[in-house]
């Protein structure tokens, strides 16, 4: 028997729920009609502490590589983004002009370019302030500048070596000091992620990269270090290590040394090498709120290399 429900009985609430679609005539369909609307009207607060809306995030090395697709996931999750790197302004059919386009058009954000090297500390405070001033806040970083050099150590350069630490240990430093001045200064709590690497705890067995694996642990304990002082203000700072990832560099590695190609992924538990999207997620993770307690952590997603 068809049932209705009469419209003074509703509150104004419930009218609005079961305005579209019009209630359905059998209370079998009525039933299911109620539980479809109210998940889409729940939607939106589903794992919400993964939500980063209208937070802003600065990402240094953000141009390519894995620093562009950590940046493509901040602005699909909500962010804001400034990006920051050495390289000349991206061209328009770039990677990261697909990205900065996509933000406006598809995801109601935006990312915007800053051309810096990150151990400029007078133009990276300026840029940083620049971000913080016209936003009227920064909420979070991913430190992503980083560079590789393979070379054995009896031949490595003192200048080599004050290149890798300059830019790996010094630059990260330094971003993540611009950021958190700016935070403190406005009394604002946020989150900062320094991308370290598993050869920051483990020495990588037939890749020649002292100085590189060096950097690396230091920026591990710079974490450890930053997360201990500014905890009190509300800042929480956390590294995340990758395992070995698909890029045009490893690719050009590959080729000039083909064993690698095997040896690599068969040195962890998947059996496989990573890729740049494998690191979305904790990314988003690490800024959100999803990890509101987590501070003076190394998140090290490495397919078990490390474990063994």
């Known amino acids: 028997m068809a049932s209705r429900i009469p419209t003074r009985a509703l509150t104004a609430g419930s009218r609005a729920l079961f305005a579209r679609p019009p209630a359905p005539s059998t209370p079998i369909a009525f039933s299911r009609a109620f539980h479809q609307t109210k998940t889409q009207r729940d939607r939106s607060n589903l794992l919400r502490e993964f939500s980063l809306k209208d937070r802003v995030v600065v990402i240094s090395g953000g141009a390519r590589g894995v620093g562009l697709t ?78 590789q050099q393979e070379t054995p150590a009896l031949e490595y350069t003192a200048e080599d070596s004050d290149k890798m630490l300059g830019v790996n240990v010094t630059g990260v430093f330094m971003t993540a000091q611009a950021v958190a001045r700016e935070m403190i200064k406005r009394k604002q709590k946020g989150s900062l992620v320094l991308i370290g690497s598993m050869s920051g705890t483990v020495a990588n067995r037939g890749l020649i990269c002292p100085a590189y694996n060096a950097s690396k642990a230091g920026v591990l304990q710079l974490a450890r270090n930053l997360a201990a002082e500014w905890g009190e203000h509300g800042i929480r700072v956390n590294s995340l290590s990758p395992g070995y990832i698909v890029t045009a560099m490893t690719d050009s590695l590959f080729e000039a040394i083909p064993e690698r190609r095997t040896a690599w992924p068969d040195a962890n538990m998947l059996k496989r090498l990573s890729y740049p999207e494998e690191y979305r997620g904790a990314a988003v993770f690490l800024l959100s709120d999803a990890s509101s307690f987590m501070t003076g952590a190394d998140l090290r997603v490495d397919g078990g290399h490390c474990a063994w």
């Open 70 to 147: 950590q940046a493509e996931a901040l602005l699909e999750a909500g962010a804001v983004v400034h990006a920051l790197d050495r390289l000349p302004v991206p061209a328009k059919d770039s990677d990261f002009s697909r990205v900065a386009q996509r933000a406006t058009s598809e995801l109601g954000s935006r990312m915007t370019y800053h051309r810096v090297d990150v151990r400029d500390q007078k133009a990276l405070g300026e840029i940083v302030g620049g971000i913080a001033e016209k936003e009227g806040r920064i909420d979070g970083l991913i430190a992503a500048a980083g560079i």
